[in-house]
């Protein structure tokens, strides 16, 4: 039985009021019903809906069909899971090739530049190569300027793409089922892989989320018909193939040493073992804190994933008072020893002559071996062990004159020409 509903004879009424009250259907019912409309609410919203009015019809969503090797989606996910027994928020990124919906994610205490280039780095190295389109949305981390198909990502990315072999592309603003392949995992990962589950630290995460993908993509899926491992080995000839040489990933810092002998990278401290006020560089990569005094490294150690404040300090860069001093010591003794043998009894007495110098005495010596021919220094050293001669300013002067006399050839005694 078809019937007249009791909102149409208002139906012009409604359109004003819903304009007037912004939308709210609350207001436009207190004000229908002040005018003598006698519906109810339930009747109004109803109406409403049938007619169209104050809502826009749902579109249909869309299906994209990839083919292998045509396209992979990466995206980022703010979780809250328990590190060490407390909560906090953390970024889960993921990658996942559109055709065989192999899928691979990680965890971060934030997500920069840097650890998107970390991630994509690890996951490509999961998967073995890369599609030639890299489906992103409009994240600042990788973009630089334009959304959609206007957008440009930053040079840096650009060269990472290219390294690799794919290009990076943004869905268009709004439109985020286009991104969907990776977009909808997210709530499965929540959902499945973190509830009830806790970890001691990110590498303690990662390393359960690493056998977690290796069990889900090995999993047959009932709307594939197939696991996504299945449907990878079609997929895998179609990848681009990784670089020969894949580059670590690292940022540089320029640091100074600070008066307790350390470097601070993002609230940070690492012990390093260089004198206070030197300047240093640091490289950061994933896993490691580098620091290099000129061309060579000074320090390694385990980096600390999250800014914590924590102090990193290394036993070896702080060894007991005095013990230093004693150790440079010896190894300058020991290096004396190993390029001259002869001066074994000049080193003793030179180390018994005076306590407060004998480290510089033997730095002084150990240069003269180095840098002096063999045949004077000799000669003058045993001269001035004869005499108990210990200052080795005099003893270098004895070294340059017999260089002087025996290896540089001014003239001839009979008056003749000179050599040029």
Request: positive net charge; hydrophobic residues 35%; aromatic residues 10%.
């Amino acid at each position: 039985m078809e019937r007249e509903e009791k909102a149409e004879p208002f139906r012009d009424e409604i359109l004003r009021l819903h304009g007037t009250c912004k939308g709210n259907l609350v207001r436009v019912h207190e004000e229908l019903f002040a005018a003598g409309c006698e519906i109810s609410y339930s009747a109004l919203t109803s109406f409403c809906r049938r007619q169209g009015i104050g809502g826009k019809p749902k579109r249909p969503a869309g299906h994209y069909h990839f083919g292998p090797g045509e396209e992979m989606q990466h995206d980022t996910s703010p979780h809250e899971i328990e590190i060490d027994g407390h909560k906090r928020v953390v970024q889960v990124a993921s990658l996942v090739l559109c055709y065989s919906r192999l899928i691979f994610f990680q965890y971060y205490p934030v997500f920069t530049r840097f650890e998107c280039k970390v991630f994509l780095t690890e996951a490509l190295r999961y998967v073995g190569g890369s599609c030639a389109v890299c489906m992103i949305d409009n994240t600042h981390v990788i973009v630089l300027r334009g959304t959609g198909k206007e957008m440009v990502p930053v040079a840096e990315m650009i060269a990472f793409g290219e390294h690799f072999g794919f290009e990076f592309r943004a869905h268009e603003k709004g439109d985020a089922n286009r991104s969907a392949r990776v977009e909808r995992p997210f709530h499965f990962i929540e959902n499945h892989f973190e509830a009830g589950r806790t970890g001691q630290d990110f590498k303690d995460w990662n390393r359960k989320a690493l056998g977690f993908c290796d069990q889900v993509n090995a999993k047959s899926k009932r709307h594939l018909k197939a696991s996504p491992r299945e449907l990878f080995a079609a997929e895998q000839p179609h990848l681009r193939p990784l670089p020969v040489w894949i580059p670590p990933v690292y940022r540089i810092h320029h640091r100074t040493v600070s008066i307790d002998g350390y470097v601070r990278v993002d609230s940070n401290l690492y012990s390093v073992p260089l004198p206070v006020g030197r300047q240093v560089e640091v490289r950061e990569t994933g896993d490691r804190i580098e620091v290099y005094d000129g061309p060579r490294v000074a320090a390694s150690h385990a980096r600390v994933e999250a800014p914590a404040n924590k102090r990193v300090t290394d036993p070896a860069h702080r060894p007991p008072r005095g013990e230093a001093k004693k150790a440079r010591q010896t190894q300058e003794q020991a290096a004396i020893l190993r390029l001259a043998p002869e001066l074994a009894d000049y080193v003793a007495k030179l180390k018994a002559s005076g306590k407060v110098q004998a480290a510089r005495s033997l730095r002084r010596l150990l240069s003269m071996v180095r840098e002096y021919p063999r045949v004077p220094l000799l000669a003058a050293i045993r001269e001035a062990a004869r005499y108990g001669l210990f200052d080795l300013n005099r003893v270098e002067r004895m070294v340059l004159k017999r260089i002087g006399e025996d290896f540089f050839f001014l003239g001839n005694d009979t008056g003749g020409d000179t050599d040029e």
